[in-house]
């Protein structure tokens, strides 16, 4: 096995927002951005000295207008996937409780989604391979 190039590794930490219907919060990502268009699970890149359940109550707020704390935030998997020029390594955690109504505040259209209709909305490479765990816990 030869070794390939060091790979910066991006540490993202994504989140499944869960409703009282049971259905999942997509954002799409906006134009502009590297992979337009494909839909996400919210959360963001993890910032120097914050750890991912910091990084998601910073980034569902600034993205959805939305409070949560680290205690309504539950692990339930990741996604490890090796893009052409880094290593994305991104945590997946669930939440069930938060406060307000998440809407875009980027622009970026949004849908509350069921689980058995994931697949219907074409995600990046990373977010897909997380979809059969959501579904077995919804």
Same mark, same amino acid.
């Given at each position: 096995?030869?070794?390939?190039?060091?790979?910066?590794?991006?540490?993202?930490? &994504?989140?499944?927002?869960?409703?009282?219907?049971?259905?999942?919060?997509?954002?799409? +990502?906006? *134009? =502009?951005? %590297?992979?337009?268009?494909?839909?996400?699970?919210?959360?963001?890149?993890?910032?120097?000295?914050?750890?991912?359940?910091?990084?998601?109550?910073?980034?569902?707020?600034?993205?959805?207008?939305?409070?949560?704390?680290?205690?309504?935030?539950?692990?339930?998997?990741?996604?490890?996937? &090796?893009?052409?020029?880094?290593?994305?390594?991104?945590?997946?955690?669930?939440?069930? +409780?938060? *406060? =307000?109504? %998440?809407?875009?505040?980027?622009?970026?259209?949004?849908?509350?989604?069921?689980?058995?209709?994931?697949?219907?909305?074409?995600?990046?490479?990373?977010?897909?391979?997380?979809?059969?765990?959501?579904?077995?816990?919804?």
């Amino acid at each position: 096995m030869t070794p390939s190039a060091p790979r910066k590794v991006v540490l993202v930490a &994504a989140c499944a927002l869960i409703d009282a219907d049971g259905r999942i919060l997509l954002a799409q +990502r906006p *134009e =502009g951005k %590297a992979l337009a268009g494909l839909w996400e699970f919210p959360g963001g890149k993890v910032e120097p000295g914050e750890t991912p359940e910091e990084t998601l109550i910073r980034e569902l707020h600034e993205e959805l207008g939305i409070t949560t704390k680290v205690a309504c935030l539950a692990p339930l998997t990741f996604a490890s996937h &090796a893009y052409d020029d880094f290593h994305l390594l991104m945590p997946l955690y669930v939440c069930r +409780r938060y *406060e =307000g109504t %998440a809407h875009g505040r980027e622009g970026q259209a949004l849908k509350w989604v069921k689980p058995k209709m994931l697949r219907d909305y074409p995600m990046p490479p990373a977010d897909e391979p997380l979809i059969p765990y959501l579904m077995d816990l919804l």
